[in-house]
């Protein structure tokens, strides 16, 4: 029998969890045709995988590079990695529906000017993704912010009867689609207005698609039991398949917030709830930083706020926020936040706000109002990332075995439109990150449950049969790593270095990384939900 690749003599990791073993794996077009002991079978290229580890290609289940992917298709952060697949649309964002256009700019994560928005609803949304090949496979959920944002406008109430009919049926329709989901962001503009009744009807209609609820919640510090409990009990009523994204408290949490919502997720599971959870692989959060402003200053466009921004009044109201996303804005905690990335300010990325307010001589909250409106309309692109979780949450929850790990971050290159865009600090490193510091320098994992989380684990949660194992039948996306080498490089004075040790990928069939090196090939494409 003749293939068109065999990967000869790798330690197979074949996503199940289970003990590594030696064999070969023969690939035939986009599929996984053979494996065993094919040394004398032919093909027409043979790799060489001795030493190295051969695992389903990385499933990142959750990112927001609705908008990157258009701007640059090759996914370069990611297939450097090992990722094969992400799943775009977290957090309440997404890049439809559109309504107004002028309104999404804002509201999108990696916004660039140069993209027509020429789509409205998620269908068109994905026939935009769909027309040429991209460096990773797709999938993505619907934002719930989005939805809201065409129903409701700006407003933060609750939405009338026949609004959240219509919620309903647009949610029918996006599923209906192809999204694989619905995720909620209940800390940013505009989820923060949902109620549970909206949620839990909406959760009703994922449910009716068996489709995934994915939800950045209410609250991860003081009342972090509020937040994680409303996702839980809207799990357990509906019956929808939750995820909750990047679980780990946040600063201002209590010592033993961890340990307790783990006990919550465990006795909701008791009970019949579907409940799995991530981690983001290190200590540093991000965000946006118009994320710490109040709801009422988001209100209409970004005009408005760039007048609110302008305003010393508007600018005083706005720095008494009694809900803000991190305890360590409201509690003028300016030595432990650091500018992460700014356009127009890029001398200051990597510098702490208060070193920022010295240098300028100012007030550190003013110093971000300040560098917000140097960046002028794309003032939303502005971030700042501080150490807000604890690497003792990160390892107990690592020690759950229905924890995935996901990157949180958007597919980006360190050349072209996206050079200086930078989705969070370890964007460039996380795969890596967690095979040096969890696997091999400090054995919280094995390396087979390792490589479990990050295929066959997402892959169930997708419902993708034919994804994240390596079996006879499946698609043959398949990362080799050196696990003896593989090391993240990236840091928070330069955050878009390549990871080493990724030797070769193959995304259906093709390879797009040999020996290290990024091939002129994209082999990605849109996987819709059935």
């Given at each position: 029998m003749t293939f068109d690749i065999i990967i000869s003599e790798g330690n197979i990791a074949d996503g199940s969890g289970g003990e590594a073993f030696r064999g070969d794996i023969g690939i035939t077009v986009d599929r996984i045709t053979a494996m065993g002991d094919l040394s004398a079978a032919e093909a027409a290229e043979r790799i060489d995988a001795a030493?190295?580890?051969?695992?389903?290609?990385?499933?990142?289940?959750?990112?927001?590079?609705?908008?990157?992917?258009?701007?640059?298709?090759?996914?370069?952060?990611?297939?450097?990695?090992?990722?094969?697949?992400?799943?775009?649309?977290?957090?309440?964002?997404?890049?439809?529906?559109?309504?107004?256009?002028?309104i999404m700019k804002g509201t999108i994560m990696g916004y660039h000017e140069g993209v027509d928005i020429n789509w409205d609803t998620f269908d068109e949304y994905l026939s935009r993704l769909e027309e040429e090949p991209l460096g990773v496979n797709?999938?993505?959920?619907?934002?719930?912010?989005?939805?809201?944002?065409?129903?409701?406008?700006?407003?933060?109430?609750?939405?009338?009867?026949?609004?959240?009919?219509?919620?309903?049926?647009?949610?029918?329709?996006?599923?209906?689609?192809?999204?694989?989901?619905?995720?909620?962001?209940?800390?940013?503009?505009?989820?923060?207005?949902?109620?549970?009744?909206?949620?839990?009807?909406?959760?009703?209609e994922v449910e009716r698609?068996?489709?995934?609820?994915?939800?950045?919640?209410?609250?991860?510090?003081?009342?972090?039991?509020?937040?994680?409990?409303?996702?839980?009990a809207t799990a357990r009523i509906s019956g929808v398949k939750l995820q909750i994204s990047h679980i780990q408290p946040k600063f201002g949490a209590p010592e033993h917030a961890m340990e307790?919502?783990?006990?919550?997720?465990?006795?909701?599971?008791?009970?019949?709830?579907?409940?799995?959870?991530?981690?983001?692989?290190?200590?540093?959060?991000?965000?946006?930083?118009?994320?710490?402003?109040?709801?009422?200053?988001l209100k209409g466009d970004t005009d408005s706020l760039i007048g609110r921004l302008n305003d010393r009044d508007e600018r005083e109201r706005m720095k008494d926020n009694p809900k803000p996303i991190w305890q360590l804005v409201k509690e003028r905690r300016w030595g432990d936040i650091v500018l992460f990335r700014s356009e127009r300010n890029s001398q200051y990325v990597g510098m702490t706000m208060e070193a920022i307010g010295e240098d300028r001589g100012c007030d550190p909250f003013d110093a971000a109002?300040?560098?917000?409106?140097?960046?002028?309309?794309?003032?939303?692109?502005?971030?700042?990332?501080?150490?807000?979780?604890?690497?003792?949450?990160?390892?107990?929850?690592?020690?759950?075995?229905?924890?995935?790990?996901?990157?949180?971050?958007?597919?980006?290159?360190?050349?072209?439109?996206?050079?200086d865009t930078i989705g969070s600090l370890k964007g460039y490193g996380w795969i890596a990150r967690i095979f040096q510091h969890?696997?091999?320098?400090?054995?919280?994992?094995?390396?087979?449950?390792?490589?479990?989380?990050?295929?066959?684990?997402?892959a169930s949660q997708l419902k993708l049969k034919d994804r994240g194992i390596l079996r006879k039948g499946a698609m043959a996306d398949i990362t080799i790593f050196?696990?003896?080498?593989?090391?993240?490089?990236?840091?928070?004075?330069?955050?878009?270095?390549?990871?080493?040790?990724?030797?070769?990928?193959?995304?259906?069939?093709?390879?797009?990384?040999?020996?290290?090196?990024?091939?002129p090939i994209n082999a990605g494409q849109v996987i819709r939900a059935q």
């Open positions: 030493g190295l580890v051969v695992a389903p290609g990385f499933i990142d289940i959750h990112t927001h590079s609705d908008f990157t992917l258009l701007v640059d298709r090759a996914a370069e952060s990611h297939v450097h990695q090992g990722v094969t697949l992400e799943v775009v649309g977290q957090c309440g964002f997404s890049c439809a529906p559109v309504g107004d256009p002028e797709v999938m993505a959920c619907v934002g719930h912010g989005a939805i809201r944002r065409v129903v409701m406008g700006k407003d933060v109430r609750q939405p009338s009867d026949e609004e959240l009919k219509t919620m309903v049926r647009i949610l029918d329709e996006t599923l209906s689609a192809g999204a694989c989901g619905l995720s909620t962001g209940l800390e940013y503009w505009p989820g923060m207005g949902a109620t549970p009744e909206e949620l839990l009807l909406l959760c009703r698609h068996g489709g995934l609820y994915t939800t950045h919640v209410r609250n991860r510090d003081r009342y972090y039991d509020l937040g994680f409990s409303e996702a839980l307790h919502t783990l006990e919550m997720v465990e006795w909701s599971r008791e009970v019949g709830a579907d409940v799995t959870f991530d981690v983001i692989p290190h200590d540093w959060s991000h965000t946006p930083m118009t994320a710490s402003l109040p709801a009422w200053a109002f300040d560098i917000l409106l140097e960046e002028g309309r794309d003032l939303h692109n502005v971030m700042w990332t501080s150490q807000g979780f604890t690497e003792a949450d990160i390892d107990l929850c690592l020690t759950q075995p229905h924890c995935m790990v996901i990157s949180d971050t958007m597919a980006l290159a360190p050349y072209g439109p996206l050079k969890y696997v091999r320098e400090r054995s919280v994992l094995s390396l087979e449950e390792a490589v479990r989380r990050l295929t066959s684990l997402p050196d696990r003896d080498t593989i090391t993240d490089h990236s840091s928070i004075e330069k955050p878009t270095v390549y990871p080493t040790g990724i030797e070769f990928v193959t995304i259906s069939g093709k390879l797009v990384m040999n020996r290290g090196e990024r091939l």
